[in-house]
């Protein structure tokens, strides 16, 4: 299958740019050994190239491109399938962009297409050449420095290493994860994620229970959430508690038990966030919504967990406007390297500032991943890179530190 990846990347500064032909003879050489042809567009400090061909061909190609130490911030753009190539005769052309004027580079480019129909910036290909060339959305482009140049040390904070149990007779326990702001090293909030008394997740523990069941366990466990997390350091930090939508809709005085068992365990309704996941389908909307209003009228904040990995992510986000959203970890997954999640995720961001709901994103695991969103405008992360969840305690945090340039 004809398969067209874009990328564009940086340009590491200690290579020098009279080497650039060197680099795309041999390029054009083992490209025309495997059927791949394109074009490699260079401004001066940015590569940005297309690539056509056998998608058992393009693919190792370009993987081979990521790796190559030449240049860095490589981020794929477009992967896409097509009928037939853009650009059939050429091998892999460098164009320069310095040495051509924009519209003469433009009509270029669309003067070497060999389809079956004449180029024209209709192309969605094309649209993102014409992009480059026109030098725009230049504020959607993130330079992060490389990976190592953050190291992350972990916390020794001795009074955060207290453990406590869940009450023996209980049938579930939790763990718990910090939401921090890196930069300014502090914990805005745990999260405690239920768990089995013998530390399973918590498809374990929901496993072979019936649709009401599920709805009572989910709801009675919050008391042991609010027990666990009352006995814990927290001082005024504010606790977060994952509720599913439907458990307000089907279970009678929700609202009520949860107000209860959060005064009885001397915590305070603002101090804690129910997180609603967007996964599950709202059935009775309307019901859902009566409840989320008697829940901000006490006090309690509520989040959107997983946000882009469901159903009704954009509608729940629309009907009840959270305090929070949490960008779900399959967006957050190498958003360094993907165009299409980069887009998403500004997006996200822009919509949210625009209605004043404060943005943060889970699962983050490189040091990459956290540095771009930071970039684009997050402050609080969750996730493995800063520390995992432990059950009945607050875990240590690895804190970044910017490395010395000597």
């Keep these: 299958m004809l398969t067209t990846i874009i990328y564009r990347s940086h340009l590491c500064d200690n290579i020098p740019i009279n080497t650039l032909e060197d680099m795309v003879a041999a390029a054009n050489e083992k490209n025309s050994q495997a059927d791949v042809t394109g074009i490699l567009l260079f401004n001066g400090t940015h590569f940005f190239q297309l690539l056509e061909g056998p998608e058992e061909n393009v693919i190792p190609i370009y993987r081979n491109i990521c790796e190559d130490p030449r240049h860095y911030n490589v981020v794929e753009l477009l992967c896409d399938y097509a009928p037939s190539r853009r650009f059939g005769k050429v091998g892999m052309e460098l164009v320069d962009l310095r040495k051509y004027d924009r519209h003469e580079v433009l009509q270029n480019l669309l003067d070497k297409g060999t389809s079956k129909y004449q180029l024209t910036y209709d192309d969605r290909a094309l649209q993102?050449?014409?992009?480059?060339?026109?030098?725009?959305?230049?504020?959607?482009?993130?330079?992060?420095?490389?990976?190592?140049?953050?190291?992350?040390?972990?916390?020794?904070?001795?009074?955060?290493s207290k453990v406590v149990a869940a009450d023996q007779a209980s049938d579930?326990?939790?763990?718990?994860?910090?939401?921090?702001?890196?930069?300014?090293?502090?914990?805005?909030?745990?999260?405690?994620?239920?768990?089995?008394?013998?530390?399973?997740?918590?498809?374990?523990?929901?496993?072979?229970?019936?649709?009401d069941e599920i709805y009572e366990a989910d709801l009675r466990s919050k008391k042991i959430a609010f027990a666990m997390?009352?006995?814990?350091?927290?001082?005024?930090?504010?606790?977060?508690?994952?509720?599913?939508?439907?458990?307000?809709?089907?279970?009678?005085?929700?609202?009520?038990?949860?107000?209860?068992?959060?005064?009885?365990?001397?915590?305070?309704?603002?101090?804690?966030?129910?997180?609603?996941?967007?996964?599950?389908?709202?059935?009775?909307?309307?019901?859902?919504?009566?409840?989320?209003?008697?829940?901000k009228a006490a006090g309690i904040r509520l989040a959107?967990?997983?946000?882009?990995?469901?159903?009704?992510g954009l509608l729940l986000l629309a009907q009840f406007q959270p305090d929070r959203i949490k960008i779900n970890r399959d967006l957050i997954k190498d958003v360094h390297r993907s165009g299409s999640r980069q887009a998403i995720i500004q997006a996200i961001i822009k919509c949210c500032t625009s209605l004043e709901i404060s943005v943060s994103a889970v699962g983050v695991e490189k040091p990459e991943e956290w540095m771009w969103l930071e970039s684009a405008g997050i402050s609080l992360f969750q996730g493995y890179l800063f520390a995992k969840p432990e059950i009945g305690r607050i875990p240590a945090i690895a804190w970044p530190e910017k490395k010395s340039v000597f």
């Design 229 to 295: 997390a009352s006995a814990l350091p927290i001082g005024e930090q504010s606790l977060s508690v994952n509720l599913r939508p439907m458990t307000l809709v089907k279970i009678p005085q929700a609202v009520n038990f949860l107000l209860q068992e959060i005064q009885a365990h001397g915590l305070v309704p603002e101090q804690v966030i129910i997180e609603f996941t967007e996964s599950e389908v709202i059935s009775r909307f309307d019901e859902f919504t009566d409840a989320v209003r008697l829940l």
């Design 128 to 160: 993102f050449f014409r992009t480059f060339v026109e030098d725009r959305e230049k504020e959607n482009y993130f330079e992060i420095p490389p990976a190592d140049s953050w190291e992350f040390v972990l916390d020794d904070n001795a009074a955060l």
């Design 304 to 312: 959107i967990d997983h946000f882009g990995a469901g159903f009704a």
């Design 172 to 211: 579930c326990s939790f763990a718990f994860q910090p939401i921090i702001d890196p930069l300014s090293q502090q914990i805005v909030a745990l999260e405690a994620l239920i768990r089995t008394p013998s530390g399973a997740p918590p498809h374990a523990y929901f496993e072979g229970l019936t649709d």
